[in-house]
């Protein structure tokens, strides 16, 4: 048997969903019915976070946010968050208290969890939630309209400039420290939708996901990828390009939804009324699998990306 | 500000709490209106297990149980768990498979939940489930009568001859390894009781919850604490008091109720069908607090128990 290193998380999810063992470990959470919904996310220190890159309120307001985006992808109302933490046994007051004002500061209250003493740092948040309508990722048909939410890339090169000292990219690391709630965007983006995800692995990942589950191909016009500002500046210094950087890396929060070109209009004055930019990326073909096209028509590889 | 190690885990929570920051941080769950109700516990290797005395299926058993008890507690019914799992990079998928199958054990499917890797082994889950009715912490009045279920003591005590490496005490070590799960006792005793919780922190310490919440008086007979067999013989060995072992320890997730005098046949009756043994304690009066008395009619000083 493979250990978890060469296996992979994706390998050992898939393997314990064939042994009926569980389901569900990769969706974005789990609708109860009643319209009850509810994710889960676990955050270690060392894996997901650096303490030296990320103040405690900064830490509380992440584990909140990402939570938050899975019940966005849900098109849900958030209803509460259960928070269990596991904090070394040095950890002040103050620091925890920070923690808590933090996690407060993405809108859903923490209506119960878990405390205890850990080696290393540990958040694990359950979001609780109501949605009317989950459109999940498997429900993608050819003919559908790719359309994102605001711009990619922030997020991974504001860490990028964390971790090799670059100056002067405030906003970038601002991004990375500060995921955007697209709550309202989801619960009305959720009424149109066919497939609705959030992009917490990235475009590339995240989309091959909808593909698979929805046994059809998703062709993404390159050009039409929206780039944050800086972010090319930071592909450039890390000798990279700049679309495989905003399209490969995670992290950015914002939501990817597939709809009928019919209800494309409905899409978009839903963005609007929520005050958000979408982008048209493409459409859903038959076929399987991700394709980015070029302005020539050709294709271009990329690679995905996943969190260890 | 002090550090967690001296303010301790329910200082933390009360602080937290009057700060407007979270809520039911020590309850046994949340209450999501329409009768759904979500718990949440996190097992962190080294502070809540050790590997060297758990295997694998154990530890999912046992990550799953300690929800259950809490679900128990609330009079539910499972829907299913989340589980959000930390694992050293080295685990192999064999270890992860058993541990899923321990998991399954406890009869609730799991429904969704997180995998990533950790430096320690860190396990989280979420029980949702569904309940009429929620006795809750706050309802004991003076006149009831406090129950318990099965027997106390067995889990502390199959942990201490694993500490130390006592023979001969299988069942005891199995009682550790493999709480009981009383689901079905907890839906028939929510029916009629005013207070209901499990015992995971140990008679002295949440019978002491009761009587805060409820602002009255637990008064214990100590003749009644029903101590399973092989207790006394390691309390011996230990040199210390079988009782005070019973009624101080934690991990028995038996279920503690008071039920006004009148309802006790029902209580006993629900009992009865689900095929546990019941033991009257003692009873609720005016005042606060708990107090063990003896036959002699004295009183017993006895000091809590607290996890890490």
Same mark, same amino acid.
């Given at each position: 048997m493979k250990p978890l290193s060469e296996l992979g998380e994706l390998g050992l999810l898939a393997e314990l969903e064939r042994r009926g063992l569980a389901s569900g470990l990769d969706a974005e959470g789990v609708v109860l019915g009643d319209g009850l919904v509810a994710t889960k996310d676990l955050l270690v220190e060392g894996v997901h976070f650096r303490r030296e890159w990320t103040s405690w309120r900064d830490l509380g307001y992440k584990a909140a946010a990402v939570n938050l985006s899975d019940l966005a992808a849900l098109g849900a109302e958030p209803l509460g968050l259960l928070v269990g933490l596991g904090l070394p046994r040095d950890t002040d007051e103050t620091a925890v208290v920070e923690l808590y004002e933090g996690l407060a500061e993405g809108g859903a209250p923490v209506v119960g969890g878990d405390l205890t003493a850990a080696d290393e740092l540990v958040i694990s948040v359950t979001a609780l939630g109501r949605s009317e309508r989950v459109p999940g990722r498997a429900g993608a048909v050819p003919g559908d309209l790719l359309i994102v939410t605001g711009e990619l890339g922030a997020a991974a090169a504001g860490l990028y400039t964390l971790q090799?000292?670059?100056?002067?990219?405030?906003?970038?690391?601002?991004?990375?420290?500060?995921?955007?709630?697209?709550?309202?965007?989801?619960?009305?983006?959720?009424?149109?939708?066919?497939?609705?995800?959030?992009?917490?692995?990235?475009?590339?990942?995240?989309?091959?996901?909808?593909?698979?589950?929805?046994?059809?191909?998703?062709?993404? &016009?390159?050009?039409?990828?929206?780039?944050?500002?800086?972010?090319?500046?930071?592909?450039?210094?890390?000798?990279?390009?700049?679309?495989?950087?905003?399209?490969?890396?995670?992290? &950015?929060?914002?939501?990817?939804?597939?709809?009928?070109?019919?209800?494309?209009?409905?899409?978009?004055?839903?963005?609007?009324?929520?005050?958000?930019?979408?982008?048209?990326?493409?459409?859903?073909?038959?076929?399987?699998?991700?394709?980015?096209?070029?302005?020539?028509?050709?294709?271009?590889?990329?690679?995905?990306?996943?969190?260890?």
């Open positions: 090799h000292g670059l100056a002067g990219f405030d906003d970038l690391v601002e991004r990375h420290r500060r995921p955007p709630l697209r709550l309202e965007e989801g619960r009305r983006l959720s009424r149109s939708a066919h497939a609705l995800v959030d992009l917490s692995d990235g475009l590339i990942a995240d989309a091959r996901r909808i593909a698979d589950r929805s046994s059809c191909r998703l062709v993404i &016009d390159v050009d039409r990828v929206p780039i944050a500002p800086g972010v090319e500046a930071v592909a450039e210094a890390a000798g990279g390009d700049a679309v495989e950087l905003a399209a490969g890396a995670g992290d &950015d929060y914002e939501l990817l939804v597939t709809a009928p070109a019919d209800r494309a209009g409905d899409v978009e004055a839903a963005a609007t009324a929520a005050g958000v930019t979408l982008s048209r990326l493409g459409r859903a073909e038959a076929g399987a699998g991700i394709v980015f096209r070029t302005e020539g028509g050709g294709t271009l590889d990329v690679a995905g990306y996943e969190h260890e």
